[in-house]
């Protein structure tokens, strides 16, 4: 279907997005700064997924509306395939033909007042399609992402169908405007469990064959580690540890990824050791200076409290933001390592 | 949208018997009326009898042809009106609802100035400056009665508007790059069809308390019959004084059934919007044979007393052996 | 009890053995029995069976985990046989009796619920089960403060105890979750969503029922937070040997956290055994394909499958198991004919599968026929060290 063979790439440099807010009602309150996304650099590469774990409050969501263009950064860059992106102009249809959103909820995501046909039609007009087109492309929209034979979707409601099926009609209307990156807003965490493998099959699928550029965000870091040539873990707007492939999972040398993979259920592992109760003398989760995980962790120190921790290379293309790692590694400001190195899903 | 069915609910069903026939009436009652109704050429004040039904006027007037020729006025400006106010409706709130900021609040500023001015005492202001030859013209009638009718759908529409607009699907429409007026026109309008059919109801109802209303007091030309100027007309020639109640009785009974089935079709739409509501199959005979008490208390979930295993019980367990 | 070889502490209060019992427990004694149980929504010919012919027995200090998807009927099951269940929910067969514990004679005192009076139902609710719901973050009044949630349970239930006592005793349950008293004074929106869970749960211990049941209650939270839930839940069970039903989609989670899972599709029981042995042997073919669907932490990756097809229709049912559309072990009978929950060993668990009814010629596939691994016991405690060392990179 991919009639264009250039290959796309979206990066992202210092991205940032703060919102302020009055502490307390009325008029006359203190203004605070809610920093929803701080410096946030990432590349997204043709015929590779990036995964994107953090959990509610990370910033995630707001990253990926930057990315898509729906929300002004208030400070960042961004380049699609190495050109300068206008990021306070308005977006350009041009840019929406080649970054689409997938977003989480697919019983809300489709108007269940039309059929699926209406709702795979209007990007195809938007974006130029001739009205008699349209039928056979969106058709094939359909196959793409395996709801086969397509006319018995095409004029179902929504109601009709199920969350997997859904969805796949969702990924189906954003890859109908031949997008080159996929943003996916934690497409399977609203999905059954069983149908949830189908859709990341999907996903990697399309990476894999039609060289797509995905940005999977998701709370889960296991089905990261099922899809992802590149991890990276957020916190509090800020990315704390990235890797390519599964190396941080593997090896997680950041304290919140730590607890993040105690914490998942893991019945194949059953002995490991459960995540340290830290005794925290407050209720605040994200400090405002210094390391903003320094109140929930385990190995915190002085310099924590204080300075804000710089990204540490740990090796091979993992970076970390941690003081822990000051002597170990070298300090790497902004910028993606460039080694290629990630792990390849083999079937079995 | 999904077919049309005849709903089952008896309410909703009385509604639309009389929503009907009074429509059926406004297009085929002057044709059926017996006698012209200004025609003077009977006795004055007759009571009922087989050759008027509802008896005469004290001018000679045939009532009964009256009231079957007032109906298609009464009902076409009602129309009329509730059509135009919810059109004016649904643009200003939908708009206001999604726009949002400065237009928001101009657009809100509008209607709630035209909701705070009382309505009858404009209409009446508004009519009575206009030329005597407009008067007897119901489309301007309508046209200015909606006038005062549309800042009530609005302000419900606006609401609506604003809880939808954050939905999902908004959204996606605008990450696939969809214009903002094709978003209110195509994706959230049509999410809105319940909200503006029962506004539209209410409106038509209101529309038709003006109407009556203004002509009762005078402000319509009596060339044009409707319900409201029988009333007029009973009214200034001391009919209830006179104990003629067959004069001023039936319109009022119509303008009542008329507003009643309206209301009555809005309990329809209720059910239609919420689906809990709809009790698909569920009717009350088979809930009593059943043993359920007609509206089952929350924390107290019935238990079927039926000894009978349902048809559904039989086939799943059949087989089975072990 | 066997501890296995690999060298572990003498298993204490709390600590479950590889047959899924609870060490330390006075007696298996059975605090909720479901038998027969059906639930349908509608009644007449429209009625659509949420639930089919459920039998479920919970034990005390004993954490029953039910494992299903959308359709499942998981969540319908408790409300219903806790007579919760919103119309146009009925019940329609079966029996649910609550065992209340024995009298002074020794004699067992059992209320059956199904013929239970509001005003019985309304003295044991909360008293001797409690619920949280799949809400319960949103369950707490807005614009009360915590403390007053505390003491409307307290006076209604416990009408003898002074003001101080309540209040003594409301602080007791906060700690009990790992909350401070200062907790009390706040209203819900100031506080997170974990807390509010905790609140949850210390309200549903109020009274120290003998059944708390559970329905999702942390699908809505962090991970991080559902590790410390579960934990503190498992440790108020040990100390205070209440009985839990915990209702999830996560069978991973529940895995970790139950003594026995019982995993429903369509409305009924396909599989129920101990967690070990339900997680190394699964016998059912849905219970592998959902294990098959999470995918792993650690190890190779590889491509996995889930299961095809989507959760089932309720009103559309089929003929025969209602899996067989998905199976990939299907067989005719499985077509036509509806499996019932038969042993498959003599450890009490069931399966409902034609492949394990022991049919001449059946051939069990090898990943339904594993045998049970004996794994170690579980730890729910926090430990206090061994987080991997960060200063190996150096």
Redesign the interface.
């Known amino acids: 279907m991919q009639n264009d063979t250039t290959l796309g790439q979206l990066e992202a440099r210092g991205l940032t997005r703060h919102y302020s807010m009055r502490a307390s009602a009325g008029f006359f309150g203190p203004k605070r700064i809610v920093r929803a996304v701080d410096d946030v650099s990432l590349t997204l590469k043709a015929g590779r997924v990036t995964a994107v774990v953090g959990?509610?409050g990370s910033g995630k969501s707001v990253l990926a509306r930057m990315l898509a263009r729906i929300i002004v950064p208030t400070s960042g860059e961004l380049l699609l395939d190495g050109t300068a992106v206008p990021v306070h102009a308005k977006r350009t249809l041009a840019y929406t033909s080649q970054v689409q959103l997938v977003l989480q909820d697919p019983f809300s995501s489709i108007n269940p007042v039309h059929r699926v046909r209406h709702s795979l039609e209007r990007p195809l007009l938007i974006h130029g399609a001739k009205k008699n087109e349209v039928e056979a492309l969106a058709a094939a929209a359909l196959e793409r992402v395996s709801l086969d034979p397509p006319a018995r979707y095409l004029d179902r409601y929504p109601h009709e169908l199920?969350?997997?099926?859904l969805q796949r009609v969702s990924i189906a209307r954003a890859l109908c405007v031949k997008p080159k990156i996929l943003l996916a807003d934690e497409p399977i965490s609203m999905l059954?469990?069983?149908?949830?493998?189908?859709v990341?099959?999907l996903l990697r699928g399309l990476c894999d064959n039609d060289k797509l550029a995905i940005l999977y965000i998701t709370?889960?870091?296991?089905?990261a580690?099922?899809i992802a040539d590149e991890t990276i873990v957020m916190y509090a707007g800020q990315v704390v540890e990235r890797s390519n492939g599964?190396g941080l999972?593997?090896?997680?040398?950041h304290?919140y990824t730590?607890?993040?993979?105690?914490?998942?259920?893991?019945?194949?592992?059953?002995?490991r050791?459960?995540?340290?109760?830290v005794d925290r003398l407050t209720q605040v989760?994200i400090a405002q200076k210094g390391c903003r995980f320094s109140p929930r962790c385990?190995?915190v120190m002085d310099v924590c409290r204080n300075n804000e921790p710089p990204m540490f290379d740990?090796?091979d293309g993992h970076v970390s933001k941690?003081w822990?790692?000051a002597?170990?590694?070298e300090i790497v400001d902004v910028g993606l390592p460039e080694t290629q190195r990630g792990?390849t899903?083999?079937?079995? | 949208m999904s077919a049309l069915k005849i709903p089952k609910s008896p309410k909703v069903l009385l509604g639309l018997i009389i929503v009907g026939f009074f429509l059926i009436l406004t297009v085929i009652g002057p044709w059926i009326a017996p006698y012209n109704p200004s025609a003077t050429t009977f006795a004055p004040n007759m009571t009922p009898s087989w050759a008027h039904w509802f008896g005469t006027t004290s001018l000679g007037q045939d009532i009964f042809s009256q009231l079957l020729v007032g109906a298609r006025a009464t009902m076409v400006v009602a129309l009329l009106a509730g059509l135009v106010a919810t059109a004016l409706a649904m643009t200003i709130g939908i708009a206001a609802g999604y726009l949002g900021g400065p237009a928001d609040e101009g657009l809100t500023m509008l209607s709630n100035v035209f909701l705070a001015i009382p309505g009858l005492p404009l209409l009446i202001v508004i009519d009575s400056y206009l030329p005597v030859a407009d008067r007897s013209n119901e489309y301007v009638i309508g046209l200015v009665i909606s006038l005062t009718g549309w800042a009530w759908g609005a302000r419900v529409l606006r609401a609506q508007t604003l809880s939808l607009r954050n939905r999902d699907f908004v959204e996606a429409s605008r990450i696939i790059g969809e214009s903002r007026l094709r978003i209110m026109v195509t994706e959230v309008a049509p999410n809105l069809l319940p909200v503006l059919a029962s506004s539209l109801l209410f409106t038509i109802l209101y529309a038709i308390g003006a109407y009556v209303t203004l002509a009762y007091v005078g402000l319509t030309s009596t060339a044009v019959w409707n319900w409201g100027t029988m009333m007029f007309w009973a009214q200034s020639n001391n009919a209830p004084l006179a104990g003629q109640w067959y004069w001023y009785v039936p319109p009022g009974i119509c303008i009542a059934l008329v507003g009643t089935g309206l209301a009555l079709l809005n309990f329809g739409i209720d059910e239609f919007i919420n689906p809990?509501l709809r009790?698909?199959?569920?009717?009350s005979r088979?809930?009593r044979r059943?043993g359920?008490p007609r509206?089952?208390?929350?924390?107290?979930?019935?238990?079927?007393r039926s000894a009978r295993?349902?048809?559904?019980?039989k086939?799943?367990?059949?087989?089975?052996?072990? | 009890m066997t501890t296995d070889a690999?060298d572990?502490q003498e298993p204490t209060l709390g600590e479950v053995q590889t047959d899924g019992r609870l060490v330390g427990s006075e007696t298996a004694d059975l605090v909720f029995e479901i038998r027969n149980f059906?639930v349908?929504y509608?009644?007449?010919?429209?009625?659509?069976?949420a639930v089919?012919?459920v039998n479920l027995d919970v034990h005390r200090a004993q954490i029953l985990g039910i494992a299903g998807?959308?359709g499942s009927g998981k969540s319908t099951l408790v409300?219903?046989a806790t007579?919760?269940?919103?119309?146009?929910?009925?019940?329609?067969?079966g029996g649910v009796t609550l065992n209340l514990g024995k009298d002074d004679q020794g004699i067992m005192e059992s209320v059956d619920l199904?013929?239970a009076s509001?005003k019985e139902?309304?003295k044991i609710?909360w008293s001797q089960v409690s619920i949280v719901l799949q809400s319960a973050l949103n369950a707490l009044n807005p614009v009360l403060r915590i403390s007053k949630g505390f003491e409307e349970i307290l006076k209604t239930h416990r009408p003898d105890m002074s003001k101080g006592e309540r209040r003594a005793r409301a602080i007791e349950l906060l700690s009990m979750v790992g909350l401070d008293e200062d907790r009390l004074q706040r209203f819900p929106h100031e506080l997170?969503g974990g807390q509010r869970q905790r609140i949850m749960i210390a309200m549903a211990l109020a009274l120290d029922p003998q059944l708390v049941i559970m329905d999702e209650p942390t699908t809505a939270l962090?991970?991080?937070t559902?590790?410390e839930i579960i934990?503190e839940l498992s440790d108020l069970r040990a100390r205070f040997g209440f009985a839990m039903i915990f209702i999830t989609?996560?069978?991973?989670?529940l895995?970790?956290l139950a003594d026995e899972i019982a995993v429903m599709y369509a409305g009924s029981i396909v599989e129920r055994a101990p967690a070990g042995a339900l997680?190394s042997a699964p016998r059912h073919p849905y219970t592998l394909?959902?294990l098959n669907?999470?995918?792993?932490?650690?190890?190779?990756?590889?491509?996995?499958?889930?299961?095809?097809g989507?959760?089932p229709d309720l009103a559309d049912?089929v003929?025969g198991c209602s899996f067989h559309a998905?199976c990939p072990y299907k067989m005719e009978k499985c077509v036509?004919?509806?499996?019932?929950l038969?042993p498959t060993d003599d450890t009490g668990r069931v399966v409902a599968c034609w492949l394990h009814?022991g049919d001449v010629g059946v051939v069990v596939p090898e990943p339904l026929s594993r045998l049970v691994a004996i794994?170690?016991a579980?730890?729910?405690?926090?430990?206090?060290?061994?987080?991997?060392k960060?200063?190996e990179?150096?």
Not at chain 1, 219 to 223: K, P, R, V
Not at chain 3, 378 to 388: E, N
Request: hydrophobic share 30%.
């Open positions: 959990e509610s199920s969350g997997g099926q059954d469990v069983s149908v949830r493998l189908g990341l099959n709370h889960d870091i296991a089905s580690r099922y599964t999972i593997d090896e997680p040398t304290p730590q607890l993040l993979i105690a914490s998942v259920p893991d019945p194949a592992d059953p002995t050791a459960m995540p340290e109760k989760s385990p190995h740990v090796g941690c822990l790692h002597t170990s590694g792990g899903i083999t079937k079995k | 809990r009790a698909s199959g569920l009717t088979l809930r059943a359920i509206r089952p208390r929350l924390g107290y979930t019935p238990v079927l295993p349902s048809a559904v019980a086939r799943l367990s059949t087989s089975s052996t072990k | 690999l572990l059906s349908d509608g009644w007449g010919v429209g009625a659509v069976r089919n012919a998807e959308s409300y219903a007579r919760l269940l919103r119309s146009p929910g009925v019940i329609s067969g199904l013929k509001e139902l309304r609710r997170s962090d991970v991080v559902q590790r934990n989609h996560d069978l991973s989670l895995v970790e997680y394909g959902l669907s999470s995918p792993p932490l650690h190890g190779e990756r590889r491509e996995l499958e889930g299961i095809p989507s959760p049912m003929t998905r036509t004919d509806v499996p019932a038969v009814s794994t170690p579980k730890k729910f405690h926090t430990v206090s060290s061994t987080v991997k960060v200063e990179a150096s």
